[in-house]
């Protein structure tokens, strides 16, 4: 099956700065692969995907980019701002399968 | 637009007590639905997930049961809790992209 790494487990950040979060996937086959941001308490939101045919997609001031050949994925958050402090979930899924497969997250933390 | 509701908020249990979390989606018709456990600051684990009604893929097997009994409901059983049942579950429902409930935060003490 699928198995998603995500590094760092935590990041500091200071505010204004740029983050950058890294997954790899292992399932050559994959090609949806979501952000979810989940705040303190509350349920994971999407906040940006990527389709296997694209290469990169900006929304704002967050960015994905991926890289099939060498099956990684990275999320980009430039000019952070305090509300950004979250945990952020990378995942990924095949066409025909059901189910995402997430990586174990990372704590982001933006120093004011 | 789509929109999941699941109920209770937040609950707190005996151990040994039954468990029934609900979870219902308006909108769509025949989504994708899956139950998610969350320890405290971990990450997200898929318990079930079913593709149409009565129809049920378990990921851990455990003391947990899910049921599908309409097409944009799907319930989550436990006839015992344990101990290490606490944590916050989430439901999820997609079409292709997927997209979480509120959660209900469930305590066994």
């Known amino acids: 099956g699928e198995n998603v790494e995500q590094h760092p487990s935590t990041l500091s950040v200071q505010e204004g700065d740029s983050a950058v979060i890294k997954c790899t996937y292992s399932?050559?086959?994959?090609?949806?692969f979501p952000w979810y941001k989940q705040e303190l308490g509350k349920r994971p939101q999407l906040i940006i995907d990527i389709r296997s045919n694209v290469g990169e997609k900006k929304d704002q001031r967050i960015a994905v980019t991926l890289n099939k050949t060498a099956k990684h994925f990275s999320l980009h958050i430039t000019e952070t701002q305090p509300e950004d402090s979250a945990v952020y979930f990378c995942a990924a899924r095949d066409f025909g399968n059901e189910k995402l497969t997430f990586g174990t997250g990372t704590r982001l933390t933006i120093i004011p | 637009s789509q929109t999941i509701h699941q109920w209770p908020a937040t609950l707190v249990q005996p151990v040994g007590s039954p468990l029934s979390l609900e979870c219902t989606v308006e909108?769509?018709?025949?989504?994708?639905l899956y139950w998610y456990r969350q320890a405290a600051g971990r990450g997200l684990q898929l318990l079930f997930y079913?593709?149409?009604?009565?129809?049920i893929s378990s990921e851990v097997p455990q003391n947990l049961s899910a049921s599908r009994p309409q097409d944009r409901q799907f319930i989550l059983s436990s006839k015992k809790l344990l101990l290490s049942d606490s944590g916050f579950y989430l439901c999820?429902?997609?079409?292709?992209?997927?997209?979480f409930g509120p959660g209900t935060r469930l305590l066994v003490l």
């Open positions: 999820a429902w997609s079409e292709e992209t997927q997209y």
């Open positions: 399932d050559s086959a994959s090609n949806y």
């Open positions: 909108g769509t018709s025949n989504p994708n």
């Open positions: 079913s593709v149409g009604i009565g129809q």
